[in-house]
Structure formats: structure tokens, C-alpha cells
């Protein structure tokens, strides 16, 4: 095949072009300013709608659109002569039960395009890259009440996730931050004191932990990983990179826990003799060689000179009655109630084939001329984006739509010659333990879905239990939608400069106003005041610097224009 | 004469008529006859008997008188006539007829003694020798004389060759260009680019060329003394032929192609640069400790290299990226479309070099080389049976249809 890189590049693509310069640095900074002015902007543009009623509530397909070509604009706005640079995620803004991947444009109808409602928890999920550095940001926002200040924190289930997401991602970004200087470690989070350093089964744990105070769940994808140049999780799954390096939480934890729980109940109705329960290991009779080091383990140290994306989703648990916490990839074809359609895609670059439509063939040298590896919408490719400030916007927007209302002829045959892979839109279900054990395995464990790829060494959502993700597709009818909140940060670990925090921050972002009945406990509550405490004083503890907002005084007019 | 008989013999193109047919065909043997035919082809009227002969006598007259010309002019002149060459084959031949003669009475002398071989004391066979005569004697003598002087002979000729040629030697600076000569070029690099670019003699392998000017002194006395081509080794008889044939038949080019060429001019070149760079990669390796796994990655590049040349077969050319282009000859079986190679942008190159799950299956380079080793090979073989059975196709020098015989 042709598609090969010749060693000397691989080397230079892939640790050269990573060491953490002052150059490489400096576009990261940019990156991660461009993505904070960004939510700042889209908060904005939320809070004057939906809280301050300056005027109609923006849907969901607007705010995508504005806040990607606002994103858009900043980043044409500084190194003109990179090339390669562009939005690394889209805008979504996923409500309450949805994981990832909601987006919708601004031709869905309005049964896919949302407005939202009061008590609405909505994660801002989005992300640029400048020359393949990029910049990751989520931050969860609930919706109010409309009025100059919220009548009351918000309460319940979903308060505890918040918080619970919110805790954790801010201790891994301390925790992470104190690679640079091991001194700093709490000693109660190491096992072996002489060795200090921070490694992936402490990251896991501490989140664990956190949630399990909470009585929350880690959500299957949730994860803290190493990001390098051009590979910052983009295409999981699509792609099996090598060396990976991280901690991913997927549905083969919450197994453990399962199982475990499962040994002291005495319910009738579950078994609970576990040496039962425990039929298939999917490790038996298999030998699991890894010599790429594409399939995640927690045994790596975080080490100076690193890039880590922070990515925490939490799900609040239902006490009474055990069971999974896992997602469902809406497909927009079912009717039944809410189901976005894909709006956000990838190329697939391995791939290429001959065309037969105008319309598609037209949309793939658009797409090859203006996106590269990253995620994209049929908007970007638009004549009309990134809109200009000074024009007419209400006629951009409509351009816009004529666009991509055109580019939709010609998607159908590019994702089905796989030119494109579509991104899932994930939404998190709960299915209670009972209807798991009632399914019958008959297919054997081999079978896995090849429709939402999953990292490698995952294909199997329950290993013990040997049920497959196919298996498991069949028992979303009884799930039950669970909401779950999401915290994204940016973190580069610089020997010079010390640590940098590309995105978040509760400098600029402060959660929203919730209240939980839960509170740390035990020795978890310990080391995050002890890391906590470390981040208040620079002289003793940690510095951890944070990217500001960029000045927008010449680009934020489009919000004011949108009010007309 | 009976006018009925008469008529019965003729001959048209003299214009007369025979009694007979005896003295008719007399008539047509003879030179007049054959004279008349001639003039007849040349559409002339013909002329009488004495006519005819009156011209034969008068052209005979002139020859004689010239012939006696010529005779009077003396002796000799007729030595002078046989020119050197002529009598130098005439010595030769004298030299053999002498030589022959010598080898004939060597043989009589066996055979007159009757090739008598007696039996020795001790059981050897012993050849009687009867003694030589005088005449062989002589004749002997005259023929290592003869041998002698025609060796110097010989040399006499060499050294007047190479008097003549020192003689019409032709000097040219290197600052000028001996096809033009009217220019004169303020250095040799000058005379260079003239030549390259007015001439187009290139310079095989400038990197490596140190002594610029004595390479340019070599041609240049190679044509101006020597009167040799440079591409094709043909021999002026003078500096002025030299120069008309190189330019005409554009033979103003270095040869360099196989070993005997490169070294006629390999004095002027140091290659001793194109080593160091070897030796320095080499000393690198040396210091990683890594000697032996390097070395065997370099042969497989060697072979790589070797595996990405271009090569024809009969129904295309196979590109070294593994294309085959389609030979014209198959355009009315099938019509080629083939793609442009694509470029790959860094973000691509970089997530194709990270991934891992859809290439696992590395090409084995190894493998194919020696594959297409073998296939080269029997290609090779295929092609030297084919050019053989053409070339005996047929044995015969003529003809011959075997039915008829």
C-alpha cells in the first residue's frame, strides 16, 4: 500500500515535531486563548438570551454556527503563515442526557434542533488547532430561569455530576501539574514513597474516588490522555494510534464494580454466587500483545515536557438499583423521541475513490481543499464561513443553509463509499444489571460493532460477562436516559515554563450555581484540599498558569447585529 | 539477284542485304554490324563498310601514336608510376615466392634422403639429416635480409608519421575554444560554459573534477595532435578534418559510460570525497554500537534502489512506485486512467504514521526484491532464447523448395 511513512519521517512527525519549544508553546497559547475566547463568547451569547432576555433564545443550531465561525475568525486572525490550522472540534452543545457529538445544523427541523429549557445542564464542548497544537475546552452551564441573578442554586442529581466533574477535572490539572515538581506529590496518593512520580493508576484512582464520594459514575470515554501533534482523539477508534498513552474509562470499570456489588447482595434476584456470574474472561486462550502500544493501560508515568487532555464525564448513580451506565449512539433515523442526525464528520484520508455524483464530488474537493484531519461540519465548507461582521448576517446565515442544503446531496454517497466517517452523537443510558444478565450470548464474544468504533482493546463492553457492544445494543430499549456533566481542559507540562493551562480555568469560568447533599470523604477529601491548597500559593506550591481571553473588541459584533 | 530471295536476308540496322544466310550471319558477328547497332540505339543513320573502316584505322593510328608517346617519355617514369605502395607489394611477394622456394628445397632435402629413420643403439628413433646446400644457404640469407629491411623500413615510417603529425600540430590555449578558436575566454571556467553551452560538451561528474584544465589540455591535444575524435576514435588525416568531422556529425562529447572510458580521464578526477561520505556514516554507526543491524538495513536499501528503477516488459513500463503504464500496442484492449500520485499533507503523514491498526501489514521489502529479482532474471533468460532461435531461423544460404527437388 502507498500509504506508508518512511521511519525518518515518522520520527520527525511524531517526537521532533512535539518537543515542547518556545515556538510549539506559543501556538498551543494561541490555540487555547482562541478556545477561551470562544466559550467566554458562547456563555455570552447564552446568558444574554436565555438569563438576561436581551432578546429570542438562540437554538442550538445558531449558537453551533456562531460560536464556529467566531472560533473561526479568531484563529485566521494570527499565524498567517501556518497553513494547517483550523477548528479541532466543533461546537456542540450537549443537553443533559448526551455525552458528545450534538451539533445540529441550522437545516434540521425543530424536533432536532433544541432550545433549551430551564434546569437544562449543557456541556460547550469545542476546540482549535494551530499547525496540528490543539486545544481542547467543555464546560457544563445550567440553564436558569431568566433574571439578572438565578433564584436558587440548582439542586438534584444532575448538581452532584457537576460538581463531582468539576472537582475531578480541576484536581487531574494540579495533579498533572505536579509531574513538574514530584516534591509536591501528597504522600498519601503514593504507594511507594521513594518513587515519585505520577502515574496513570493514581490519575484513576483519585477520579474514582471523587466520584464515588458523589455517588456519581465515570462515563465510558471519559478519559486523560496524552496529546501530540495532530493526535488529540480526534478519530478515536477510526484510528488506532500508536503509543498511546492515558487513562480511558470504559464499561469493562464499571464491570468490576458490578461484580463486585454483586458478592454481598442477597438478592433473590440476582445471582450472587460470582464464581457464576464470571463465565467468560476474554483474555483466556488469547494472547493480548500490544507492540504499538495502541491499546491504553494505566502503567505509564506522566513525564515533563507533555501535552494532556483532561476529559471527565459523570453520571450521577441510581442508589437503589445496580446496574450499567453506557452509551447509545443516536443514529437520526429512528422517530421515537429525540434523535439528532450526524452533522459532524471526519475524512478518512486512506480512502479514495471515484464519485458518481456532481454533488458529492464536489463536496469531497471542498472537504480535501479546506479541511485536514480533523472533524468538520457541511457549514465550514460554505462559501459564506466564517461570516463577516460587516455584511448582512441574516443573509449570510441564509446562504449558509442554501449550502448546505446542497452539500447534503452529495454527503449520502461520500459516507457510504467511507470517504467520511460520521461522528457519534452519544447519549447515556442506564440499564439496570437484571436485563443484562437475562440476555442470551449466542453469537459467542467475537462479534463487536463496526458502525462506533471503540480505542483498541475495547471492542468487548463486558469481558466477564461476555456480551458484546451488539449484545448490549439490543437492551437500550430498556435504558434509561441519565444526564451527565463534562469538564475538558488543556494541559502542557513545560520544563521551562512550567505548567500551562490551555483551556479552563475557574479564573474565567466559575461553575454554575448548584448544590449537592454529597461531600468528599474519607482520604480522597484530604488530598484534593492538599492539591487545592497548592494552587493558592505560588511561592510553595504550584503555579499553574491559565490562558486568558483574547481581545475581541473588532470581532464580537456578530452578536449585535444577530439582536436586529 | 532475285528480288524474292534477295529480300529474304537483310540486315535492318546496316541497311543491306546477303545472298545467304552464311554470309548474313557472318555479316552480324562482325565489329561494323555491331558498330551500326550502336548508332542505331543512338538513333544515328548507319554508315557504310568503308566508312567504318576508314574510322577503325584512323583511331588505330592514334592509339599507336600515343602509345609511343607514352614509351618515349622514358623509363623512368614507369618506375615512378608504380608508385611506393606497389612496390612494396612487389617486394613482399618476392619476399614469399623466396620464402616458398626456401620451404620446397628444405622438403626435397627430407625426402631425397628418403625420410630414412633408423633405429638407434639405445632404441631411439634418429631422422637422418642430410646437410644443406648452398643454393638454401643463399636463399636464407636473403630472406633475413629482407625480413631486416623491411622492419626498418617499417620504423623509418613510423618516425616519419610522428615527425609529420609533430610537424602539423596544432596548439590551442585553453582559454580558447579549438572549434571557433576567433574567442578568447578570460579562464578555463569560460572556455567551459563556451563549450557547454555553444557546443554542448558536457563534463561528466564536476563534483568530483580537480585539475579542470589539464582535462581540457588532454582533449584539446588528443584533437589538435592526435587528429582523434573524442566519441568515436576516428582518425582525421588532418586537424582541419578532425574539427569538420566532430562538428558535423556532433561528435563533441565525452565519452563515459563504461569502465575503459571513465578511466582514460580518471587522472583528472578525485573520487576520494565520494568515499569519505561513506566512511563518515559509517563511523556514526560505529559509535551506536549498532554495527551489524545498520549494515543489514543498508543492503536492504541498496536494494530498494535497485528495486525502484524503471523497467519495460512486454506489455508496459513498470514505474518504481509500482505503476505499470499500459504499452500502446494494448490501447485497442483496454483504456488506462491511472491516478497522479497524491501529496500527503503533515496532519495526514502524521496520523498515518501514528496509526496502527489498518496498516499492520507492513510491506516486506526483503521479499518483493528477490522476487523481482527472479522475475528480471527469468525475463532475461526468455529474451536471450527468443534473440538465439531468431538468429538460427534459418541455415540455409539459399532457397530451396524442398517439393521441387
Known sequence: MALQISPKDTDLLLKQKNVLSADVLDK?????????????????LINDSYHLGKHEPYSAAELCLLGDSFMQTLINGKFKKVIEKSIAQPVTLDVNDLVVGYSPELTDDEKTNLTFKVGDIVTINLGCHIDGYTSNLAHTIVIFPS?????????????????????????IVTLLACALKTEKIPNSLLNDKSNRQITGSIIRNVVNAIAESFNCTVV???????IRRFLAGQAEGVVAERDFKGVVWSEIDQE???LKRCNFTEDGEIISNSNELITIDQNKGRSIDNPDKAIPTDDFVILPGEVYMID?????????????YTLESLDGKTKEGFNAKHSIFIRDVSMSEQLKLRNSRRLLSLVDKHQSVYPFKLSYVSENFPLNSKGNLIEQLNHIEKDVNIFKFGLNECINKQLFVSKAILSCKFIPLKEILKVPTSTGINGYDAANPTLPGMELPLPKLGITSLKLKTLFKYGKRTVVSRYVSTVALSNEVGCVRLSGGNKLFTPSWVHTNYQLQGSIAEIVNELSALTQDERFGIKIDECNVLDISNVGEEANDMEE | MDSSVSSAYTCNSCQIQFSNSENQRSHMKGEWHRYNLKRRVAQLPPISEDLFNNKVNTSEKKKKEEEEEEKSKGQNEVDVKLN???????????LLEKKRKLLELAKNRLVGNGGRVIMGEDGKMVVEKKE???????????????AIKEEEENNVDEEQLIKEKLANKVDVPVTKCIFCKDEEFENIDGTLEHLFKNHGLYIPEKRFLINKEGLLAYLYEKIGYGNVCLSCNFQGRNF?????????????????ENEEEKLEISDFYDFSKSYEIETNEKDTLDEDGEWEDVDEEELENDEDIDGEKLYASDYGLHLPNGMVLGHRSLAKYYRQNLKPEKEWSEAQGTVMAAETRKFVNTIDTKAIAAQKRVWNREAKSRDTNDRRAQKFINWQPHYRDELLQ
Open chain 1, 28 to 44: 498551543y497559547r494561541y490555540a487555547g486563548e482562541v478556545t477561551q475566547t470562544c466559550l467566554q463568547y458562547i456563555i455570552s
Open chain 1, 147 to 171: 433574571g439578572l441573578t438565578p433564584p436558587g442554586p440548582l439542586l438534584g442529581e444532575s448538581s452532584d455530576a457537576i460538581v463531582a466533574s468539576y472537582l475531578a477535572n480541576e484536581t
Open chain 1, 220 to 226: 465510558p470515554t471519559s478519559k486523560v490522555r496524552r
Open chain 1, 256 to 258: 468490576k464494580e458490578l
Open chain 1, 312 to 324: 471527565i464525564k459523570m453520571a450521577p448513580i441510581n442508589k437503589d438499583e445496580p446496574g450499567l
Open chain 2, 84 to 94: 611506393a605502395k606497389q612496390l612494396r607489394k612487389k617486394q613482399r611477394e618476392e
Open chain 2, 132 to 146: 644443406e646446400t648452398t643454393e638454401e644457404k643463399n636463399l636464407k640469407e636473403e630472406v633475413k635480409e629482407a
Open chain 2, 240 to 256: 582541419q578534418s578532425i574539427i569538420q568531422h566532430m562538428l558535423s556529425k556532433n561528435h563533441i562529447k565525452i565519452p563515459y
